[in-house]
């Protein structure tokens, strides 16, 4: 590792951060000790970057801003991958280039001041272009698929492609970015519709409303924990009607406002929630024989 960064470092790829805590750059606020966090300047450091780490076999993984994963309390003993510097955004017509490490909420909020319907629902997901579009991100019965039309990626050969709508074959939380971990997304081309600001703006302040009466945003969390099962059943219901709201592991909570939720209510470890979510997942499967599927990703389990 020592070698890597020094080579890192005569690159002069961009910001290193050696030896942090991941609870400072994910939603649940937990999780152990990261070697380094790399933020590479551009494209042509990220490839460079990128050679370092097969030169050196270095484990590694592309963090967005950390809200729909769970790392384990061990450390990682590999670096990560922050594209911040990624997050340019650029509306034309009805058309939106937004780098990976742009903030989806953000660009959001930009499309509505230019009049553009299409992207009301992820107003409330704290996540960036390239998690969202990595995790097809969607609430309100929308999704990114709906509005991607085509994303540019970096391959696991280093080659720089770019990808439609079709081959990304976007599904309810999943893309092709999810079975073809080795590619990185560097940027994605949105297509909206034009709307009426006042109208969308007014969209927006009700679900605005209706989140902070339904969500327990006041402690960190990341989202729903599970996947709504086939045939439109509400994971948050089954989960409910078992009377699991308020059960507790360590610090780790479901949540009496939406049982979908846990949230790091007392200085929980990783392995609370994680117990927790396991807890929750076997209680439904054994009493409704529903195997629900967790949206968050584990990582550094093994």
Known sequence: MHEFLEEVN???????????????????????LVRAIIIPKNIDKLVIL????????????????????LFSDKTYEGVLIKLDEFNKIEISGTKIICGAGASLMKVARESIKKSLAGLEFATGIPGTIGGAVYMNAGAYKSDMGYVTR?????????????????????????????T????????????LEKGDRAALEEVVKDRRNRRLKTQPLNYPS?????????????AGKLIEDLGLKGVTKGGAEVSNIHANFIINKNEASAKDIHD?????????LEHYKIDLKVEQEFVNWE
Do not use: W
């Open 10 to 32: 005569a690159n002069n790829i961009g910001k290193v951060l050696k030896d942090v805590f991941i609870s400072k750059y994910t939603t649940y606020k937990v999780g152990g």
């Open 50 to 69: 990128c050679k370092l780490i097969k030169k050196y076999n270095i484990k590694y993984k592309v963090l967005g801003n950390g809200s729909n994963l």
């Open 150 to 178: 085509s994303v540019k990626v970096l391959t696991d050969d280093l080659r720089i492609i770019t990808l439609t709508n079709e081959e990304m074959d976007f599904h309810y939380r999943s893309s092709f970015l999810q």
């Open 180 to 191: 073809h971990k080795d590619y990185i997304c560097l940027e994605a081309t949105l297509k």
């Open 222 to 234: 990341a989202g729903s924990v599970f996947r709504n099962p086939p045939d439109n059943l509400p």
């Open 276 to 284: 927790l979510i396991i807890f929750i997942h076997d209680a439904v």
